[in-house]
């Protein structure tokens, strides 16, 4: 070992004091710091991670690893110093790995000297570390690689140039092997075998924060070869033409190495669960719940993906990750998935059958080359079937594009949300009510609660439907249900009234309009320990009954597809007085398409004063309008231990007849009043905020006397920029969003009073410089503002934006009974009311509608995806938080999720980027010194007294 390090402090010295030390830092300073600031414009990516340093890593390795290592041993055979070495009592293996250790000495030195920048990011924004030690190992075990075949190069030739070029040239063959470009014009098998022997894409697996067992095993079997090589080089130099038996037995023992070598990495090579994810969220890792869901599969379930040989070039890459991922589900579900990879376009019955039998089509992409540029359909798409219930997750499901400095990037969304969210949507939609009560371990009891003596005669039609079909679903449950009737005003009854209050919050319904006589009309069904009431309407079919007992079952059930009721402005084109067609300006298809693929979305007319029992949410966006018929509906969903999620505020958005531009009025018929007696109340001004997220503005700008207008990212105060310090740091509604917009919004107030003994917590709120103005012009006027487009308030302030409510509430229409409405209301809805809830009901309230609406989301992307996909991904944290879907919500909030940098004026992020240049010389500046100084301290001169300086002549200085 002493040898080794006394080799490795040789070649050190030799770098330093050649300057080449100095050079090869300060190149690679400079090269890392211009591609992160200047190439991959760090500042105008906005996103806080640290990838764009290490994707040119590979590249520029490759020429400063040739440099290193071009002189090792060329210079050794030029100066004929390589003959001396080799006939030295030192193993030739030390030799070998003391100059080794040597290159990766700088190699670590120069990385090092690079951590600034993750430093300096993790200040700037909520930085993952563990991607950034994946890159940093991979940097190191990629320079082990290209150090090993350097040295070796080095050893074949005492002509550095020749070194340097050759090691150049097979480091490149060994990166480019596993690209993209090499890949996709392969076939499959045979693309597959070029990718693992890539160094650039064993690369990217570890960068992005998982280290693979295959991938560390790879790197050091390189290492490992081309060390063996080297020895064997240097070995050869010294054999006679007489030692054929040692010569041989010399190369068959290195063979054998390489083969064994190779042959691990075989082996590994299937393996694809010996890993560990860095990343913070475990973007990587196939969740606990994902396996649990998995394990409860009673038959066999389907994954197949449908994937053409030929397909863009940004999508190749992806299709790898993809086969892993759907693999490590088969390994996790014990032999209950099966996974198919097909290719529809070289089989046509498979291509038919997924054209007719599942929907799927080609997608159409343009691709081009040196040559040509053609259209090609091509299938990327993945089908998921239980039974006869399927789901198809295509390429607009999968993959999310954005832009960067280097043009489009492509890349999977949270597969594993995707994949878990259609399994169970699959499995859980093939489910009859037989095969609900076959899974259960203990029989579901439905309990009639029926006043028999004070019910009114109108109701006995109800009563007789109830009981037929709950006596039918029983006979058919082979004993998994069971229904009885129990009076509680009956003396000899073990349920009574007052325990019927206190126990389960039922409240009796009143025989008639102000009358003070009360029935129970009530059903209650119990599954396990979960306890849902079921309220029948007057007007009830047996199907009506069946399909709300069915629907209760399922809510009790862990994992069975919810029910989200939306109610909101209608999309449909209608016609003015002229006979024009007039399109809604307010959409909201986006949300609908978010929560379409986990919940079964069912649209819900309030008017008529009820929510349909099989709802397992209600989401109320932008009311308008509104009567006491809906406040009626949502009130009585509440009252029954609903989960209300409401999107509104004071203000609606319209376009300007007279100007054709937008404009803000006041919205008439919202639910002020109803949340107002909840404890919840609106302001009637809206809010501004310095912290704002960008709007695409038209600005007019003198050219050379000629006048150009463009659109530049303006500051908007309207749309207000929440971060992750701005949210509640405990409610999973917020968790694992990194920033949401909220446009045009006005502030929340939490009635203290109302709200004492419910759990009720602010969601997110504004920057403490935000303000409230009472001025509706949303019209920017950069040419009298040109900060913000607006006046600046003086009050400044936080402002609440969304709050979260849970507990007991009291009706709207407790002291002014029911509504009256005589074409929708009839005497007994009027009577069932429920005055108070029971302990549970849930009500979440965002102070806007329009931060989900599709016209302003689509404002935001003219500037960037993330505002869109984060604003939606909260509301549908919202719904899962809401019907306590806390599993999808744990996968979702754990998946990858763009960082995105806490905001800054664009001078400070210059004085940032200085600040990283200046350290990054400091350091190489210390280095260089600090070993300057170390070597004057070697000095043999040091080592003589004073006193007998004077007595040495200049020959016996230089000989000591």
């Given at each position: 070992m002493?040898?080794?390090?006394s080799?490795?402090?040789k070649?050190?010295?030799?770098?330093?004091n050649?300057l080449?030390?100095?050079i090869?830092l300060?190149v690679?300073?400079?090269?890392?710091?211009f591609v992160f600031f200047?190439?991959?414009?760090?500042?105008?990516?906005?996103?806080?991670?640290?990838?764009?340093?290490?994707?040119w890593?590979?590249?520029l390795?490759?020429?400063l690893l040739?440099?290193?290592?071009m002189r090792q041993w060329?210079?050794e055979?030029?100066s004929?110093t390589?003959e001396v070495l080799i006939?030295?009592?030192?193993?030739?293996?030390?030799?070998?790995?003391g100059?080794f250790?040597?290159?990766m000495?700088?190699i670590?030195i120069a990385?090092?000297?690079?951590?600034?920048i993750?430093i300096i990011?993790?200040?700037?924004?909520?930085?993952?570390?563990?991607?950034v030690f994946?890159?940093y190992?991979?940097?190191v075990l990629?320079?082990?690689?290209y150090?090993?075949?350097?040295l070796?190069i080095?050893s074949r030739?005492?002509n550095?140039i020749v070194s340097?070029?050759?090691t150049v040239?097979i480091?490149g063959?060994?990166y480019?092997?596993?690209?993209s470009?090499?890949?996709?014009?392969m076939p499959?098998?045979?693309s597959?075998?070029?990718w693992?022997i890539?160094t650039?894409?064993?690369?990217?697996?570890i960068q992005?924060?998982?280290?693979d067992?295959r991938?560390l095993?790879?790197?050091?079997?390189?290492?490992?070869?081309?060390?063996l090589?080297?020895?064997i080089?240097?070995?050869?130099?010294r054999?006679?033409?007489q030692?054929?038996?040692?010569?041989?037995n010399?190369?068959?023992?290195?063979?054998l190495?390489?083969?064994?070598?190779?042959l691990?990495n075989?082996?590994?090579?299937?393996?694809?669960?010996l890993?560990?994810?860095?990343t913070e969220?475990?973007?990587?890792?196939i969740?606990?719940?994902t396996?649990?869901?998995?394990?409860?599969?009673?038959?066999?379930?389907?994954?197949?993906?449908y994937?053409?040989?030929?397909?863009h070039?940004y999508?190749?890459?992806?299709v790898p990750q993809i086969t892993?991922?759907?693999?490590?589900?088969e390994?996790a579900?014990?032999g209950?998935?099966?996974?198919?990879i097909v290719?529809p376009l070289?089989?046509?019955?498979i291509e038919?059958e997924?054209?007719q039998?599942?929907?799927?089509q080609?997608?159409?992409?343009?691709i081009s080359?040196?040559n040509?540029s053609s259209?090609?359909?091509?299938?990327?798409?993945i089908?998921?079937r239980?039974?006869?219930?399927?789901?198809?997750?295509?390429f607009?499901?999968l993959?999310?594009?954005?832009?960067?400095s280097?043009?489009m990037s492509?890349?999977?969304?949270?597969?594993?949300?995707d994949?878990?969210s259609?399994i169970?949507k699959s499995v859980?939609g093939?489910q009859?009510?037989?095969?609900i009560?076959a899974?259960?371990?203990?029989?579901v009891?439905l309990t009639f609660f029926?006043?028999?003596a004070m019910?009114p005669?109108d109701?006995q039609?109800?009563?007789?439907v109830?009981?037929?079909?709950?006596e039918?679903?029983?006979?058919?449950s082979?004993g998994k249900?069971t229904?009885?009737?129990v009076?509680?005003?009956?003396a000899?009854?073990?349920?009574r009234?007052?325990q019927?209050e206190?126990?389960?919050?039922?409240q009796p319904?009143?025989v008639?309009?102000f009358?003070?006589?009360?029935y129970?009309?009530h059903?209650?069904?119990q599954?396990g320990e979960?306890i849902?009431?079921?309220y029948?309407a007057y007007?009830?079919?047996?199907?009506d009954?069946?399909s709300?007992?069915?629907?209760a079952?399922?809510?009790t059930?862990?994992g069975?597809?919810?029910?989200v009721?939306?109610s909101m402005?209608s999309?449909?084109?209608?016609?003015d007085?002229y006979g024009q067609t007039?399109?809604p300006l307010?959409s909201y298809q986006?949300?609908t398409?978010?929560?379409?693929?986990?919940?079964?979305?069912?649209g819900v007319?309030?008017?008529?004063?009820q929510?349909?029992q099989d709802?397992d949410v209600l989401m109320?966006?932008?009311p308008n309008?509104?009567s006491?018929?809906?406040?009626?509906a949502i009130?009585q969903y509440?009252?029954?231990?609903?989960a209300v999620?409401?999107a509104d505020?004071?203000f609606?958005?319209?376009?300007?007849?007279?100007y054709?531009s937008?404009?803000?009025?006041?919205?008439?018929?919202?639910?002020?009043g109803?949340?107002?007696?909840y404890?919840?109340?609106?302001?009637?001004n809206?809010?501004?905020?310095?912290q704002?997220s960008?709007f695409?503005a038209s600005v007019t700008?003198?050219?050379g006397?000629?006048s150009?207008?463009?659109?530049q990212?303006?500051?908007?105060?309207y749309f207000?920029?929440?971060?992750s310090?701005q949210?509640?740091e405990d409610?999973?509604i917020?968790?694992g969003v990194p920033a949401v917009?909220?446009?045009w919004?006005?502030?929340?107030t939490?009635?203290?009073t109302?709200?004492?003994?419910?759990?009720a917590?602010?969601?997110?709120t504004t920057?403490?410089n935000a303000?409230?103005?009472?001025?509706?012009n949303i019209?920017?006027d950069f040419d009298?503002?040109?900060?913000?487009?607006f006046?600046?308030g003086?009050?400044?302030?936080?402002?609440?934006?969304?709050?979260?409510v849970?507990g007991?509430?009291?009706?709207?229409?407790?002291?002014?009974g029911?509504p009256?409405?005589?074409e929708t209301?009839?005497?007994v809805e009027q009577?069932a009311l429920l005055?108070?809830s029971?302990d549970?009901?849930q009500?979440?309230?965002?102070?806007?509608?329009?931060?989900?609406?599709?016209?302003?989301?689509?404002?935001?992307?003219?500037?960037?995806?993330?505002?869109k996909?984060?604003?939606l991904?909260?509301?549908?944290?919202?719904?899962?938080?809401?019907?306590?879907?806390?599993?999808l919500?744990?996968?979702?909030s754990r998946g990858?999720?763009?960082?995105?940098?806490?905001?800054l004026?664009?001078?400070?992020?210059?004085v940032?980027?200085?600040?990283a240049?200046?350290i990054?010389v400091l350091?190489l500046?210390i280095?260089?010194?600090s070993w300057q100084?170390?070597?004057?301290?070697?000095?043999p001169?040091?080592?003589?007294?004073?006193d007998?300086?004077?007595e040495i002549?200049?020959a016996?200085?230089?000989h000591e």
């Amino acid at each position: 070992m002493k040898q080794i390090l006394s080799i490795t402090k040789k070649e050190l010295e030799g770098y330093f004091n050649s300057l080449l030390a100095i050079i090869f830092l300060g190149v690679f300073l400079a090269a890392v710091l211009f591609v992160f600031f200047t190439i991959e414009k760090f500042f105008a990516r906005g996103v806080a991670d640290v990838r764009p340093m290490f994707q040119w890593m590979p590249v520029l390795l490759i020429f400063l690893l040739a440099a290193l290592t071009m002189r090792q041993w060329s210079e050794e055979q030029r100066s004929g110093t390589l003959e001396v070495l080799i006939t030295m009592p030192v193993r030739l293996f030390n030799l070998v790995l003391g100059k080794f250790l040597a290159v990766m000495s700088m190699i670590v030195i120069a990385l090092a000297m690079t951590l600034p920048i993750p430093i300096i990011v993790s200040r700037l924004g909520n930085l993952d570390w563990g991607p950034v030690f994946g890159g940093y190992l991979a940097a190191v075990l990629m320079a082990a690689a290209y150090a090993a075949i350097g040295l070796f190069i080095s050893s074949r030739t005492d002509n550095q140039i020749v070194s340097l070029i050759m090691t150049v040239l097979i480091g490149g063959i060994f990166y480019m092997i596993g690209s993209s470009g090499i890949t996709e014009i392969m076939p499959t098998a045979i693309s597959k075998v070029l990718w693992a022997i890539g160094t650039g894409s064993r690369f990217e697996s570890i960068q992005r924060g998982v280290i693979d067992l295959r991938d560390l095993v790879y790197y050091l079997s390189i290492c490992g070869i081309f060390l063996l090589l080297n020895v064997i080089s240097l070995d050869g130099m010294r054999w006679s033409r007489q030692q054929t038996v040692y010569r041989k037995n010399k190369l068959r023992t290195a063979a054998l190495i390489g083969l064994n070598l190779l042959l691990i990495n075989a082996w590994l090579y299937p393996l694809n669960g010996l890993r560990v994810d860095l990343t913070e969220q475990k973007e990587y890792t196939i969740s606990q719940t994902t396996k649990d869901i998995l394990q409860n599969l009673d038959e066999p379930l389907l994954l197949r993906g449908y994937f053409s040989e030929r397909t863009h070039p940004y999508l190749s890459p992806l299709v790898p990750q993809i086969t892993d991922m759907l693999r490590e589900y088969e390994v996790a579900s014990n032999g209950k998935i099966k996974v198919e990879i097909v290719d529809p376009l070289t089989d046509p019955d498979i291509e038919a059958e997924a054209n007719q039998s599942y929907g799927i089509q080609p997608t159409p992409f343009q691709i081009s080359d040196r040559n040509e540029s053609s259209i090609i359909n091509s299938y990327f798409d993945i089908l998921v079937r239980y039974g006869d219930q399927s789901v198809v997750l295509g390429f607009g499901d999968l993959i999310e594009v954005s832009q960067t400095s280097n043009g489009m990037s492509v890349s999977l969304k949270n597969l594993e949300y995707d994949l878990t969210s259609a399994i169970k949507k699959s499995v859980y939609g093939f489910q009859s009510m037989d095969a609900i009560l076959a899974q259960l371990s203990t029989p579901v009891k439905l309990t009639f609660f029926l006043s028999r003596a004070m019910m009114p005669d109108d109701v006995q039609p109800l009563r007789d439907v109830v009981v037929s079909v709950a006596e039918q679903v029983a006979e058919e449950s082979n004993g998994k249900f069971t229904f009885e009737i129990v009076d509680p005003d009956d003396a000899e009854s073990s349920i009574r009234r007052p325990q019927l209050e206190q126990e389960y919050g039922l409240q009796p319904y009143s025989v008639a309009l102000f009358s003070q006589e009360t029935y129970y009309f009530h059903l209650l069904l119990q599954n396990g320990e979960q306890i849902e009431p079921i309220y029948p309407a007057y007007e009830s079919t047996e199907a009506d009954i069946r399909s709300g007992i069915e629907a209760a079952i399922k809510r009790t059930s862990s994992g069975f597809l919810k029910v989200v009721g939306l109610s909101m402005p209608s999309s449909v084109p209608t016609q003015d007085l002229y006979g024009q067609t007039v399109t809604p300006l307010t959409s909201y298809q986006y949300i609908t398409q978010q929560l379409s693929a986990d919940y079964q979305l069912k649209g819900v007319d309030l008017s008529i004063g009820q929510v349909p029992q099989d709802v397992d949410v209600l989401m109320v966006i932008a009311p308008n309008g509104f009567s006491e018929m809906e406040y009626y509906a949502i009130d009585q969903y509440l009252m029954r231990g609903g989960a209300v999620i409401v999107a509104d505020n004071p203000f609606k958005l319209e376009a300007d007849p007279n100007y054709g531009s937008l404009m803000l009025n006041v919205n008439q018929g919202n639910l002020q009043g109803l949340l107002s007696h909840y404890g919840i109340d609106f302001s009637s001004n809206l809010i501004m905020d310095e912290q704002n997220s960008k709007f695409p503005a038209s600005v007019t700008r003198d050219a050379g006397g000629y006048s150009i207008n463009e659109i530049q990212a303006m500051n908007y105060p309207y749309f207000i920029d929440v971060r992750s310090d701005q949210m509640s740091e405990d409610n999973l509604i917020v968790s694992g969003v990194p920033a949401v917009s909220m446009f045009w919004s006005s502030a929340i107030t939490l009635d203290e009073t109302k709200n004492g003994n419910r759990a009720a917590e602010v969601l997110m709120t504004t920057s403490p410089n935000a303000w409230e103005t009472i001025n509706f012009n949303i019209q920017p006027d950069f040419d009298m503002y040109p900060e913000f487009g607006f006046p600046t308030g003086t009050d400044k302030a936080v402002y609440p934006l969304a709050v979260a409510v849970q507990g007991q509430f009291e009706s709207y229409f407790a002291e002014t009974g029911a509504p009256q409405n005589s074409e929708t209301t009839n005497t007994v809805e009027q009577a069932a009311l429920l005055e108070s809830s029971v302990d549970g009901a849930q009500l979440v309230v965002f102070a806007s509608s329009e931060f989900i609406e599709d016209f302003a989301l689509e404002m935001s992307l003219a500037l960037s995806s993330d505002y869109k996909e984060n604003n939606l991904r909260m509301m549908q944290n919202a719904v899962d938080w809401s019907v306590e879907d806390v599993d999808l919500l744990a996968i979702r909030s754990r998946g990858t999720s763009t960082r995105i940098l806490f905001p800054l004026a664009d001078d400070q992020y210059t004085v940032w980027e200085i600040v990283a240049y200046v350290i990054s010389v400091l350091l190489l500046m210390i280095v260089g010194v600090s070993w300057q100084r170390r070597q004057k301290k070697q000095q043999p001169l040091a080592l003589i007294p004073l006193d007998k300086l004077a007595e040495i002549n200049e020959a016996e200085v230089e000989h000591e």
